[in-house]
């Protein structure tokens, strides 16, 4: 049943670090996609990620061709506020990819592209928000799944 989360160029540590104990917590993988806004060994990662980190499932991949070249055969959600589909209505299945951008500007244009079929957001009830944190966005998705596949 595991779900993966992918975390595409992150640049904050604390949510890359809530999001690692949250990969436990929920039995995910997680996977980290570089470049990254901080080195893994940064602190504040350590700190958000507590003890749990040495835990955590991870993988990280140098750049996202090579991530995409090595699962382009696996089911993916891409999750963006320029999704048209709500994250309710994704196809959850095991092992699915919930793939998600960095904190400044979400997924690349490139990415948006070339996944249009696959793309959902998280609705926003109020003209002021633009997102949501990355952390609590994953969370949101994450435990959809889990509820989903239960």
């Known amino acids: 049943m595991p779900l993966n989360i992918v975390l595409i160029?992150?640049?904050?540590?604390?949510?890359?670090?809530?999001i690692g104990r949250l990969a436990l917590a929920s039995g995910a993988h997680l996977h980290l996609v570089k470049p990254f806004g901080?080195?893994?060994t940064d602190a504040r990662l350590k700190r958000a990620g507590l003890d749990?980190?040495?835990?955590?499932?991870?993988?990280?991949?140098?750049n996202v061709a090579i991530f995409f070249e090595e699962h382009h055969d696996k089911k993916m959600a891409f999750l963006s506020s320029h999704g048209d589909k709500?994250?309710?209505?994704?196809?959850f299945e095991d092992h699915l990819f919930l793939v998600f951008g960095k904190e400044s500007v979400g997924l690349s244009k490139t990415?948006?592209?070339?996944?249009?079929?696959?793309l959902y957001k998280i609705p926003l009830f109020s003209p002021h928000v633009r997102s949501l944190n990355l952390a609590n966005a994953v969370a949101i998705v994450a435990?959809?799944?889990?509820?989903t596949l239960k």
Do not use: C, M, Q
């Not at 749990?52 to 140098?62: A, F, G, Q």
């Not at 435990?143 to 509820?147: L, M």
């Open 111 to 118: 990415i948006l592209e070339s996944h249009k079929a696959h």
């Open 86 to 91: 709500d994250y309710w209505d994704i196809p």
């Open 38 to 40: 901080f080195e893994i």
């Open 9 to 18: 160029e992150p640049e904050i540590p604390n949510n890359t670090g809530n």
């Open 143 to 147: 435990y959809e799944g889990i509820k």
């Open 52 to 62: 749990y980190w040495p835990h955590v499932n991870i993988r990280t991949y140098d």
